[in-house]
Nanobody, 126 residues
Framework: QVQLVESGGGLVQAGGSLRLSCVTSELAFDTFTMAWFRQAPGKKREFVAAISRLAVTTVYADSVKGRFTISRDNAKNTMYLEMNSLKPDDTAVYYC???????????????????WGQGTQVTVSS
């Protein structure tokens, strides 16, 4: 189990912005495929965005494409999610997830990620 810690969530008005961070102490961070998922109360966890080891490949859910940007800084063992033009439907707990080697390409499947953070709450008011 890889320890992942999210931060940066909060309360924001519709149209506003937040930047989430996910940090790990694992020195093998630069070998992990990383992703963000989110889960609203009573809903299943859904894919938001994913990023490959060297950030060559990024994948976004259609619902956030053009508004969210995923990035990573391997020197800081940190992944980010920049969220702009936030909508009330973006309200959820946002989770950081990692997938260890072997690398088989970027995936958007929740069951392909083996380690998860505790989540950070994002609330968007109308």
């Amino acid at each position: 189990q890889v320890q992942l810690v999210e931060s940066g969530g909060g309360l924001v008005q519709a149209g506003g912005s937040l930047r989430l961070s996910c940090v790990t102490s694992e020195l093998a961070f630069d070998t992990f495929t990383m992703a963000w998922f989110r889960q609203a109360p009573g809903k299943k966890r859904e894919f938001v965005a994913a990023i490959s080891r060297l950030a060559v490949t990024t994948v976004y859910a259609d619902s956030v494409k053009g508004r969210f940007t995923i990035s990573r800084d391997n020197a800081k063992n940190t992944m980010y999610l920049e969220m702009n033009s936030l909508k009330p439907d973006d309200t959820a707990v946002y989770y950081c997830a990692s997938r260890s080697l072997p690398y088989r390409g970027v995936t958007d499947s929740v069951d392909e990620f083996g380690s998860w953070g505790q989540g950070t709450q994002v609330t968007v008011s109308s």
